[in-house]
């Protein structure tokens, strides 16, 4: 990846990010939706004209979506490229209601609920691979659905704590817990794992490759949208370990509210050491193939502003 990946510019990012969160809570608290709208539209615009790296990221995206999907009938421009900023900018504004708990639940439709229901009353804990794509944060209202579900969300940010103290003070106690993440020691993992074992689940963005610099041996290479990219081997690795089910996780936005879709990826099982590097792919994939068709439900809203795919893609 080049160094305008999204780990070569996380710093800088974790401090807007985290600034720009706080200020938007501001002006939604004051002002509501039109008050939002009037600070983020032009900071969105400012980095759509003065962006250049981020805007040929969003239109590689669109493209690679067009060859992928020809049906979606898709028109990759500038103008395209605007509303996929937009998209993310709606997005942003879900993000705050949700947290701040003014997102009506009857605007909130759950898919595959059965599935973790039955999960859960056998107390078995796992892993949710979730993705950049719509609302992330709609994680909460999955817990509030249901109830006796606990989720850890793993966030690779030294900007976690700040954003815990905004979370808290906007949503108060809730079953979701933000854990910073910047590699995976022993501490950690043993941690985890007891979490896991005690029933709770594990939620991962699984389109982000790891922070450290060197990343080839951290990631698997995959087939995404009709070209090579490459994806973290983390989270499956962690399945693998904690011999626990794996199950994909996306919230979208439709004209009818928030839709939480929720995929059983792969049961807990134990693989063989020579079979271990063969089913690490097949699951990186299996995630892959179903981001790319949540994609293709929601062509902009996942929010892809840096360069994704090799070099050759």
Request: proline share 4%.
């Amino acid at each position: 990846m080049s160094k305008s990946s999204w780990s070569a510019q996380r710093e800088r990012g974790g401090r807007i990010a985290y600034w720009g969160m706080k200020s938007m809570f501001a002006a939604y608290r004051l002002g509501g939706r039109p008050l939002f709208a009037l600070m983020l539209y032009p900071i969105l615009a400012w980095f759509f004209v003065f962006g250049p790296s981020a805007r040929r990221a969003s239109l590689h995206y669109l493209r690679q979506l067009k060859r992928a999907a020809p049906a979606l009938d898709l028109t990759p421009s500038l103008r395209l490229s605007w509303q996929h900023y937009l998209s993310f900018a709606d997005t942003t504004l879900d993000k705050l209601r949700v947290w701040s708990g003014q997102f009506n639940p009857s605007q909130v439709h759950m898919h595959g609920q059965a599935m973790m229901h039955a999960r859960l009353a056998q107390r078995q804990g796992g892993i949710m691979l979730t993705a950049h794509l719509g609302n992330t944060e709609a994680m909460q209202a999955l817990s509030e659905h249901i109830s006796e579900l606990t989720l850890n969300v793993l966030v690779h940010t030294q900007h976690a704590q700040q954003f815990n103290r905004i979370l808290a003070a906007q949503a108060g106690t809730r079953s979701v817990r933000l854990i910073q993440v910047e590699d995976l020691n022993a501490a950690l993992a043993a941690d985890l794992s007891e979490r896991v074992a005690r029933g709770e689940w594990l939620v991962i963005a699984a389109d982000r490759v790891p922070v450290n610099a060197h990343t080839a041996a951290r990631t698997l290479n995959v087939d995404f949208l009709g070209a090579t990219a490459p994806l973290p081997l983390g989270p499956h690795l962690l399945a693998l370990m904690m011999q626990c089910p794996l199950v994909f996780a996306v919230c979208l936005k439709a004209a009818d509210g928030l839709h939480v879709y929720l995929e059983t990826l792969s049961e807990a099982q134990t693989i063989a050491r020579a079979e271990r590097q063969p089913w690490l792919q097949q699951s990186a994939q299996r995630y892959a193939d179903r981001l790319a068709y949540y994609c293709q439900l929601a062509p902009l809203q996942w929010s892809n502003f840096y360069s994704f795919w090799l070099p050759h893609a």
